[in-house]
């Protein structure tokens, strides 16, 4: 059995685009991307309002950064880990850009291989997931996120420089889904399966290698 992590916000969740509710397992891309892989076992470690390695000055608990490398012992042996975050570090509150999003990731990508797993323990392989562009925030986002569409120009091609420079796998989610028009921000089920769908023959790639 391969054991993947994925580590996430409220798009990988699966929050409901204009609700609250919660997209069921099999429905969210971790899922589909369990369901699609053998012999795999796929554990979400996913917080709504979650940035790479900023504080939420409102909300405890929301830098990725922090506990994450215990979170990596947590949850070993990993065969590989998939990282997609950036999103709530473009929240209104914020004046970052795609470059300091980057800069958290590779923040991430530090921890995750310094992590103190177990002796005989390897390192997982890392891939770099870039969400889809925040696109015209709307409905009780909107204030949140205002001006993140803006601001988050360029994301993609920040962790793809970021992910060759740690040489890690990159997956460019924008390329194949896009935010859901509800509000701007999340995801909707269509968007969960394709995500799901287009990843998992990179992740099957990386857990043979």
């Known amino acids: 059995m391969r054991h993947i992590l994925v580590y996430g916000d409220s798009l990988t969740w699966g929050i409901v685009p204009g609700e609250r509710r919660r997209l069921e397992f099999a429905q969210r891309w971790p899922g589909i991307l369990e369901g699609l892989l053998e012999d795999a076992r796929v554990a979400e470690d996913c917080l709504n309002g979650r940035r790479t390695a900023f504080e939420d000055p409102f909300k405890p608990g929301r830098n990725g950064l922090t506990g994450f490398e215990q979170k990596m012992e947590i949850h070993s042996p990993l065969d590989l880990l998939i990282i997609m975050l950036g999103t709530n570090d473009f929240q209104s509150m914020h004046a970052h850009n795609a470059t300091h999003a980057a800069s958290g990731i590779q923040a991430l990508i530090r921890a995750a291989r310094r992590a103190p797993i177990e002796p005989g323990m390897q390192v997982p392989q890392i891939l770099v997931v870039a969400p889809p562009g925040i696109r015209d925030p709307r409905g009780e986002v909107a204030t ?3 001006g993140a569409d803006g601001r988050c120009a360029g994301l993609a091609a920040e962790y793809e420089r970021i992910a060759a420079e740690m040489e890690c796998a990159f997956f460019d989610a ?36």
Not at 184 to 207: F, I, N, Y
């Open 174 to 209: 924008g390329s194949v889904i896009a935010v859901s028009p509800v509000d701007g921000v999340h995801l909707d089920a269509a968007s969960h399966r394709t995500l799901g769908e287009k990843l998992a023959p990179q992740a099957a790639g990386l857990l043979s290698a």
């Open 144 to 146: 949140k996120f205002a």
